[in-house]
């Protein structure tokens, strides 16, 4: 059967400088890029503690892809921060040399007959799991970190599973081109590419992937130009991107942060994920009439404000860092320790506690923490901030920090706290 007119000739692709060396250089760098995707996206999984129960976990189905799950420490306090800030800025960063690795490798989507055979369908089958799980996490990512919540389901849900989808097309797309990979690379000088504009730009030899166009057009831009181009896009992404996880004043860098570059002045000016408003909670919610209960061994206990107040005062430096790549520097937060309050509730030993929000029944409304995160002494039911009472926003009367824990466990607006063993 003759190829359909179009892309599947093999003379509609022209581009000179397409051919395995070019493609290998793309490759080179997400054969890097992706495994510190995957792994900082796996531990950010690991995190959210999503082996405590149903609370915290939104993927029960996972059966044997949650077979790592470790208890997440809370040493150092920036772990997560740095992960996930390594996570969201590398999947931006990546994006034009992912765009770069599909153009180059776009006669190979059209290849005619479509299956020559059964081998041959097993490798197409595994290049639509690599392409179609790239774009899918890419794109689901990305939507994600610019708060477009447009996908049917959960995220978080849909990016797990295609990560581990995109991953197994990863693994076997590397075995069977590894070698070729290599090849390709030492088939041609990266300082004579450097050197080579356009004029001197020849096709590589032609090639059995068919990537080397047949009836290639005269060139328009060098194989450096090319590389130039991605590596000038990636850059730009990374000045507008990496300032919201470093902060400080590269803050202002940060273009693409959804949240904006200026969260604000004095004590409580730094970053809010959801406002009081946005979740529904009213400051009369939050007023006189507020109380903490705290169950236990015991009977249960309710505490004003005042009275916590009154209690033992603890401090710790630490940062807010969310899954979004975002975070803050580290600010100086004050209230009770977990501990102490486990020891109010008669559980010291406690293994798990569960944080309840004045927030209605929904997404971050509550969580469970662990044992580990109670019992680290800067781990803290806060009530200050930077030497003031928290903001409505950022969670009065009471919320939670942990050192290491992602954003979204950090519950705000606590109204009950229920440790247990
Ligand atoms: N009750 C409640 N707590 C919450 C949230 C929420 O929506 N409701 N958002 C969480 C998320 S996703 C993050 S990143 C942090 C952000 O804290 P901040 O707004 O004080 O910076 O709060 C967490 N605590
Ligand atoms: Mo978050």
């Given at each position: 059967?003759p190829?359909?007119?179009?892309?599947?000739?093999?003379?509609?692709?022209?581009?000179?400088?397409?051919?395995?060396?070019?493609?290998?250089?793309?490759?080179?760098?997400?054969l890097?890029?992706?495994?510190?995707?995957?792994v900082?996206?796996?531990?950010?999984?690991?995190?959210?503690?999503?082996?405590?129960?149903?609370?915290?976990?939104?993927t029960?189905?996972?059966?044997?892809?949650?077979f790592?799950?470790?208890?997440w420490?809370?040493?150092?306090?920036w772990?997560?921060?740095?992960?996930?800030?390594?996570?969201?800025?590398?999947?931006?960063?990546?994006?034009?040399?992912?765009?770069?690795?599909?153009?180059?490798?776009?006669?190979?989507?059209?290849?005619?007959?479509?299956?020559?055979?059964?081998?041959?369908?097993?490798?197409?089958?595994?290049?639509?799991m690599l392409?179609?799980?790239?774009?899918?996490?890419?794109?689901t990512?990305i939507?994600?970190?610019?708060l477009?919540?447009?996908?049917?389901?959960?995220?978080?849900?849909?990016?797990f599973?295609?990560a581990?989808?995109?991953?197994?097309?990863?693994?076997?797309?590397?075995?069977?081109k590894?070698?070729?990979?290599?090849?390709?690379?030492?088939?041609?000088?990266l300082w004579?590419e450097?050197?080579t504009?356009?004029?001197g730009?020849?096709p590589e030899?032609?090639?059995?992937?068919?990537?080397?166009?047949?009836?290639p057009?005269?060139?328009?831009?060098?194989?450096?130009g090319?590389?130039a181009?991605?590596?000038?896009?990636?850059?730009?992404?990374?000045?507008?991107?990496?300032?919201?996880?470093?902060?400080?004043?590269?803050?202002?860098?940060?273009?693409?942060?959804?949240?904006?570059?200026?969260?604000?002045?004095?004590?409580?000016?730094?970053?809010?994920?959801?406002?009081?408003?946005?979740?529904?909670?009213?400051?009369?919610?939050?007023?006189?009439?507020w109380?903490l209960?705290?169950?236990?061994?015991?009977?249960?206990?309710?505490?004003?404000r005042?009275?916590?107040?009154?209690?033992?005062?603890?401090?710790?430096?630490?940062?807010?860092?969310?899954?979004?790549?975002?975070?803050?520097?580290?600010?100086h937060?004050?209230g009770?320790?977990?501990?102490?309050?486990?020891?109010?509730?008669?559980?010291?030993?406690?293994?798990?506690?569960?944080?309840?929000?004045?927030?209605?029944p929904g997404?971050?409304?509550?969580v469970?923490?662990?044992?580990?995160?109670?019992?680290?002494?800067?781990?803290l039911?806060?009530?200050?901030v930077?030497?003031v009472?928290?903001?409505?926003?950022h969670g009065?009367?009471?919320?939670?920090?942990?050192?290491?824990?992602?954003g979204?466990?950090?519950?705000?607006?606590?109204?009950?706290?229920?440790?247990?063993?």
């Amino acid at each position: 059967m003759p190829a359909p007119p179009g892309p599947f000739r093999p003379g509609f692709w022209r581009s000179p400088i397409r051919g395995p060396w070019l493609t290998s250089v793309f490759g080179l760098v997400l054969l890097v890029g992706i495994p510190i995707l995957f792994v900082t996206g796996a531990l950010s999984y690991a995190a959210y503690n999503p082996d405590l129960g149903p609370l915290n976990d939104q993927t029960p189905d996972k059966g044997l892809l949650g077979f790592y799950l470790f208890d997440w420490p809370t040493h150092p306090a920036w772990l997560y921060r740095l992960t996930q800030g390594v996570h969201v800025t590398l999947g931006v960063v990546l994006v034009p040399v992912v765009l770069a690795k599909l153009w180059s490798v776009i006669p190979k989507l059209f290849e005619w007959p479509p299956v020559r055979s059964a081998a041959h369908a097993l490798e197409r089958l595994s290049l639509l799991m690599l392409v179609g799980g790239a774009v899918f996490e890419f794109v689901t990512g990305i939507l994600n970190i610019q708060l477009y919540y447009v996908f049917p389901g959960s995220f978080y849900t849909l990016h797990f599973y295609g990560a581990w989808v995109f991953i197994a097309a990863f693994v076997i797309h590397v075995a069977l081109k590894l070698g070729r990979l290599v090849r390709a690379l030492g088939s041609r000088s990266l300082w004579g590419e450097l050197r080579t504009g356009v004029a001197g730009t020849r096709p590589e030899p032609p090639d059995t992937d068919g990537l080397v166009a047949v009836d290639p057009a005269p060139p328009t831009i060098a194989r450096r130009g090319a590389l130039a181009l991605v590596g000038a896009g990636s850059l730009a992404l990374f000045v507008v991107t990496a300032g919201q996880s470093i902060g400080g004043w590269t803050r202002a860098t940060a273009l693409l942060a959804p949240h904006g570059r200026e969260p604000g002045d004095g004590p409580n000016g730094f970053q809010i994920n959801k406002t009081a408003a946005a979740v529904g909670i009213s400051a009369a919610m939050v007023g006189p009439d507020w109380r903490l209960e705290v169950h236990g061994a015991g009977p249960v206990q309710v505490f004003t404000r005042e009275q916590l107040l009154a209690m033992r005062q603890r401090s710790a430096q630490l940062p807010i860092a969310c899954v979004e790549g975002w975070s803050t520097t580290d600010q100086h937060w004050s209230g009770l320790r977990l501990a102490d309050l486990a020891a109010v509730a008669g559980l010291p030993d406690a293994t798990d506690v569960l944080v309840e929000s004045v927030q209605p029944p929904g997404p971050y409304s509550s969580v469970v923490l662990r044992g580990n995160q109670i019992r680290d002494p800067r781990s803290l039911l806060a009530l200050h901030v930077n030497g003031v009472d928290l903001s409505l926003d950022h969670g009065y009367p009471a919320r939670i920090i942990v050192p290491a824990n992602p954003g979204v466990n950090n519950t705000k607006w606590v109204r009950r706290l229920t440790f247990r063993t």
